[in-house]
């Protein structure tokens, strides 16, 4: 896999599509091509608000994780996560909880 996408849309597009307003609308870039090899970000919308658009980085780090995020994708790439591996590996349960 290429573990890229791209985000080229204007902002105001962004909001008029998903209905919701950007939390940080100042930093908000468009990317043509946005690699998850690299610690970016991308845009989100969350359950914990859901009534805007926010930002992360693409990929899973376990919550207590406290060291490098570039060593754990290279010890398990999250970028891209089969349904049959969220079921059974456990250090994707908190990410994948929905209450």
Request: charged share 25%; net charge positive.
């Amino acid at each position: 896999m290429n573990y890229k996408l791209s985000i080229d849309a204007t902002r105001q597009a962004l909001e008029n599509t998903f209905k919701r307003y950007f939390l940080f609308p100042n930093i908000y870039r468009a990317h043509k091509t946005i690699d998850g090899a690299k610690e970016t970000t991308i845009l989100i919308i969350t359950l914990q608000q859901s009534d805007v658009i926010s930002q992360g980085i693409w990929g899973i780090l376990p919550h207590n994780y406290e060291n490098d995020w570039k060593m754990f994708q290279k010890a398990l790439n999250t970028l891209s996560v089969k349904s049959k591996d969220v079921e059974s590996q456990s250090h994707y349960e908190e990410a994948f909880f929905i209450r």
